[in-house]
């Protein structure tokens, strides 16, 4: 791309792209990851750049226009959506890096980033910066990506640094050239998100690459938040809800067959209740988020209330999903169970990507642990950095 649109441009975009995604889902699930010309569909519509501050030039959409186009990506294809969410990731972490040096290693806006951000390899100390070794899953997006992140915990002449107390971990970024893949995505959904594992082995990493989330270059604001890549996720299961709905209404409509049936009227009826209150919650949280941020407060100036339903409208949007998509699957019988019916593969993806920490318990026990004043298993689920 040469030009940047604004939000509202690339929600455009990305509204205009879903019925050419729909028709390539089949495609795409086959495949277990996204097709070339796909990525670059998808890199067209600016969706790439949209973590990307003004100063860079980037459209630095808030995180609710970001939530908004993956929801619509993810209207026509779960996995391109999710693809998207994930590969965006890019200008959220250059704020995390020296500027130089991220301009450096992004020369365009629309490069896309892949990897584990939990710590499972291992960074070597060595002179101006690390050796990175590891084996890491969940690599969506991978297998078109510019760039790898890892979370590796750190070793200085072969001990854990530092030597007593909690070790030390980092965020490290490699070029996708020295990681291997390994095929090993064969899934109940979410297919086509090619989310493989991959190793690194003793691969250099200068200093320079190396990011923490507590740690901003460039200036703080909403968007340099150590949780902020999380903030969108919800826009995936918000998606494919929507999209079961809006596919389900018009096949009972077609030619008018059920449309006095008591429960397909008390079904429908009950999924749009749960989706509309499940969005709003979403979309509520995060407004506010952003308006303490934008005024120039931190997540500690939100009121454990709010903080905590932040995690939890995710987790809500993730299951609530899953569960529309369930009720319109049985709604519709013996019509869902034949591939490609796309049911059968709503029904697969919202219960692969239920099985994500993000709408685990543990983000129940974390939300609940910080409305008590308690401990949270799971801090960063919170935006809690200690």
């Known amino acids: 791309m040469t030009s940047t649109p604004d939000g509202a441009g690339i929600l455009a975009r990305a509204r205009a792209l879903a019925p050419a995604l729909r028709e390539r889902s089949e495609e795409i699930e086959r495949a277990r990851r996204l097709p070339a010309d796909v990525v670059e569909l998808l890199r067209a519509t600016g969706v790439f750049r949209m973590g990307f501050g003004r100063r860079w030039g980037g459209p630095e959409l808030t995180s609710m226009e970001q939530t908004a186009v993956v929801e619509a990506l993810a209207y026509g294809d779960t996995s391109a959506g999710w693809c998207a969410m994930i590969g965006m990731d890019t200008g959220l972490y250059a704020s995390f890096l020296d500027e130089t040096t991220a301009k450096e290693m992004f020369p365009h806006l629309d490069m896309i980033t892949a990897g584990l951000l939990f710590p499972s390899g291992r960074a070597d100390r060595v002179p101006g910066g690390y050796r990175l070794t590891g084996h890491w899953q969940f690599g969506s997006g991978i297998t078109h990506s510019d760039w790898v992140i890892s979370g590796a915990f750190i070793f200085a002449d072969g001990r854990p640094e530092p030597a007593e107390g909690p070790q030390d971990s980092r965020l490290l970024m490699v070029p996708r050239g020295e990681v291997e893949i390994l095929d090993t995505w064969h899934t109940t959904g979410l297919a086509g998100s090619g989310s493989c594992d991959y190793r690194i082995t003793d691969v250099f990493v200068p200093e320079e690459h190396a990011l923490t989330f507590d740690t901003v270059h460039g200036g703080a604001g909403p968007l340099a938040q150590p949780e902020v890549h999380m903030r969108n996720m919800p ?125 685990q318990d543990r983000i129940l026990q974390s939300a609940g642990a910080h409305l008590l004043g308690g401990r949270p298993e799971f801090a960063l689920s919170l935006g809690i950095t200690g």
């Open 235 to 359: 826009g995936v299961p918000l998606g494919v809800a929507r999209a079961a709905l809006d596919h389900v209404r018009a096949a009972i409509t077609e030619g008018g067959r059920w449309t006095d049936d008591w429960r397909a009227q008390t079904t429908l009826a009950a999924c749009e209740a749960d989706f509309n209150a499940t969005r709003a919650a979403v979309y509520g949280a995060l407004h506010r988020q952003w308006e303490v941020l934008a005024a120039g407060g931190t997540l500690a100036d939100l009121t454990p209330d709010e903080r905590a339903a932040l995690p939890l409208s995710r987790l809500h949007a993730f299951r609530t999903a899953r569960s529309i998509v369930t009720r319109l699957y049985d709604l519709m019988q013996t019509a869902s169970v034949y591939r490609p019916s796309p049911l059968d593969r709503w029904l697969r993806d919202t219960t692969t990507m239920c099985q994500h920490i993000v709408a």
